[in-house]
């Protein structure tokens, strides 16, 4: 069993930039396919980027593509999610998650963090 911690959350002002990482240990994430998923207050979990277990295929949602982008280094069992550009609406916790595939529906990813917040400020 995977076990992942993300950091690097925090406030920032709209238009700034913010790097998340999910750290995983107990083994090793080449076995999956990572993503990152956000809820904001009194909102569904939503699918934001995911990379495949090679890190030669990436996928963002609409509403962050050409913001966001997501990375994976697996030599440190770290995934990233660089976020420029941000909007007071991209405010939430943001989860990081593995599972065997990339998925756009939280119900097919294994395991999952504990979340960090990410606030934007207007």
């Known amino acids: 069993q995977v076990q992942l911690v993300e950091s690097g959350g925090g406030l920032v002002q709209a238009g700034g930039s913010l790097r998340l990482s999910c750290v995983a240990s107990?083994?090793?994430?080449?076995?999956?396919?990572m993503g990152w998923f956000r809820q904001a207050p009194g909102k569904e979990r939503e699918f934001v980027a995911a990379v495949s277990r090679s890190g030669s295929s990436t996928y963002t949602a609409d509403s962050v593509k050409g913001r966001f982008t997501v990375s994976r280094d697996n030599a440190k069992n770290t995934v990233y999610l660089q976020m420029n550009s941000l909007k007071p609406e991209d405010t939430a916790v943001y989860y990081c998650?593995?599972?065997?595939?990339?998925?756009?529906?939280?119900?097919?990813?294994?395991?999952w963090g504990q979340g960090t917040q990410v606030t934007v400020s207007s």
């Open positions: 107990r083994r090793t994430i080449t076995s999956y396919a």
């Open positions: 998650a593995a599972g065997e595939r990339v998925a756009l529906v939280r119900d097919m990813w294994n395991y």
